[in-house]
């Protein structure tokens, strides 16, 4: 009988997991359908001992026992030799098979196998069958496939091409997932690598090579996540072998010859995989960062497709500081999370920002050091908006611990002195990447943040991060944006899940923000339905305490104060697009009315110049007021098309104006969680003319603001932040 599928299994220090992977291959029916081909890699424990006695007992194992150690490509190659399937399956030994996988499987390829076309053709069987999988942690713990949405609904189901469906290149690229016809693997003349990553160097080629690729959707494979040993875990020089598995993927496409855009997406997908080698802390060794990132560059320029473009947009800068291995103007880059915006001047910026850069390796050298200091039990960091100064949720929390649980010293992180300058008075801080910075990191206690720290900070046993993020969602975050290219661009989801993993707290601000966040940031944290902290200041206003705001603002009495805020949109390089004519308005208006006016803080200083003509509202930019609380309080109406601010402001109970002109693209490409023109939370203008005409109306919709309200402030009662604060903190006992 012919066997349909011949399974490999390297095998190499997994004796504590060996035996539930062999069970679940070899646990199914003696139908003669499939064999399997375990290679003792040399291992170093009863590895090969476990194998004999499961081949002693079952005819369908063999069992190759290597004399010297090949590694895990080495070992796939040896099995590869000794298979006789028609198909052929590579299954990594710490894994293991969902029950009814194999039987799925095999059924399968023997309905590829009944098709009567020539290999190559639509009507072919299949050169490739991949399968979805579920991803396990040591908690036993499970997340579906996070690339399943990517292949649901596409071509591949019924069967096609790469170059029919490029997008496949999103997901995975291991081996483990793909089940290859075995004529169609030997003949393209590719072979698995020596060392980390060895699997690239076939499945690039293969997937560009096949004729006709199908895409199974069912979870057939169960993958071991966060297990020790695991490469993506593991500092080791042997990162650097990546370099050598992408010259052997570029020698396959140029003799495939693949050019185009295909070629494209490949070099593109080896230069992200190496720079995120590079940023992952603890992967790279500190004595080899400076080499490895000179080989992004080699690389750079020897596979580099003609013609090519760089993308725009951070990513873009960051592809270009590697190709001209500038490495300290990367680090710069990469500290602070965001475009800087000298360096988006282009080229000329790079001196500048070099000369401002610390020298990475010995941040990393200094932070290692304090890492080996034991944990301050006492000590708690906190930041806000990458560092930009004290602000949010996490300075609501930070104050309402100083009253409750004292004995925790609190200290702010922020990027620049002129920040520093600007907290309040007593406020303790260290400034990013100085010696004060980099001990506090590595000896904390407690983190809260409303955006993530950087991933070169390593979460260390026993902390406690508490993620507060800065809105609730009316447009798609998270994970959900996978099926949002236009504004996922740049995203990379698996960086964001491991950002993820480090949370152990996430605050919730509604009802409606933790449906949707639990699925959009996929964890292991406690969602805490709390309310926002940075609400408790609007939820307890007094007619003083706002009267008093109005004054600072110089707001004469009797004046409708209107707050302007929109929300950041992305014009292809960043740059600020506005939608309102605000000086227009302000004719429409009149003098009884001030426009404070309020960029989202991605936009903070370029804002257009705003000017008041004779006989209409004042116009004032208030995009750097330090918290926009202070406006909240002070503004009698808020107008504004996405911005979360609706939903803050929302807990006055005071008049809320939608102005969203774009709101059918927005929702096309943003994507959004609810119909705002539906369940708004006021009047809703998609004209200049109509929106100055509900701010004349004055008060007209309070029976939406109640629905809005009641959907969206249940929480906001004021205790937000004690909430937080008596679940995360030690609180004393009399507070």
Known sequence: MTVLLSIVLPVHGVERFLARCLDSILGGPDDGRFELIAVDDRSPDRC????????????????LHLAENQG????????????????????????????????????????????????????APADILLTGFTHVYPDDSTEPNPWRHVLTGSPLVEGGTLREYPALFRTVMSVWNKVFRREFL???????????????????????????????????????????????????????????????????????????????????????????????????????????????????????????????????????????????????????????RDLKRGARAVAPAVRR?????????AYNAFRRLPLDEHLAVYAAYWHRGYACNPAAIYEKARELAPRIRGVWAVETGEQAAGLPAGVPYVIVNTPGYLKAMATAKYFVNNVNFPRTMVKRSGTVHVQTQHGTPLKMMGMDLRDHPVAARGMDFDRLLEAVGRWDYLVSPNPHTSE?????????????????????RLAAATPAEVAA???????????????????????????????????????????GFTLLVRAHYFHAGVM????????????????????VEDLCLAADVLVTDYSSMMFDYAV????IVVFAPDWEEYRRDRGVYFDLFAEPPGAVTVDADALAGALLAGDTESAARAKFRERFCPWDDGGAAERVVRRVFPVDPTG
């Open 516 to 536: 949707h966040f639990a699925r959009a940031y996929p964890g292991h944290y406690e969602m805490l339905d709390t309310g926002y902290p940075r609400n408790d």
């Open 48 to 63: 090969g001992e476990i194998l004999d006695g499961y081949a002693a007992a079952d005819h369908r194992l063999r069992v």
């Open 549 to 591: 705001m109005r004054a600072r603002l110089g707001l004469p009495e009797g004046r409708t104060a209107v707050l302007y805020a929109p929300t950041h949109r992305d014009g292809g390089d960043g740059a600020f697009v506005p939608l309102l004519d605000v000086p227009e308005l302000a004719r429409k208006l009149g003098p």
């Open 186 to 340: 030997l003949g393209l003349g590719v072979s698995f690598g020596r060392g980390f990553y060895e699997d690239i160097s076939v499945t690039y080629p293969a997937l560009l090579a096949a004729g006709r690729i199908r895409y199974l959707d069912r979870s057939c494979y169960n993958y071991r996540r966060g297990r020790p040993g695991a490469i993506t875990s593991t500092a080791s020089p042997k990162h650097a072998d990546a370099f050598a598995q992408y010259d052997a993927i570029f020698a396959a496409l140029d003799r495939q010859g693949v050019e185009g855009s295909l070629r494209t997406l490949v070099f593109e997908r080896t230069v992200k995989q190496a720079l995120t080698v590079y940023d992952s802390p603890g992967l790279v060794p500190v004595a080899l960062r400076k080499d490895f990132f000179r080989r992004i560059g080699v690389h750079f320029a020897r596979h580099r497709p003609a013609g090519y473009h760089f993308p725009g947009g951070v990513d873009g800068l960051r592809y270009r500081l590697a190709a001209r291995g500038s490495r300290l103007a990367y680090e710069e880059l990469r500290r602070t999370g965001r475009l800087p």
């Open 72 to 123: 895990l490509g080495g070992a796939r190659e040896a099995g590869l030799a000794q298979a006789r399937g028609t198909y052929v399956w590579f299954v990594d030994s710490d894994d293991w098979l969902p029950e009814g996988s194999l039987d799925a499987i095999t059924a399968e390829l023997e309905r590829e196998l009944a098709r009567e076309g020539a290999p190559g053709t639509a009507d």
């Open 608 to 627: 257009p110049h705003l000017t008041a003509e004779a006989g209409a509202a004042a116009v004032v930019d208030v995009s750097d007021h330090p918290a």
């Open 357 to 365: 850069g610390v020298r990475s390796g010995a941040r990393f050298t």
């Open 652 to 655: 006055l109970d005071r008049p």
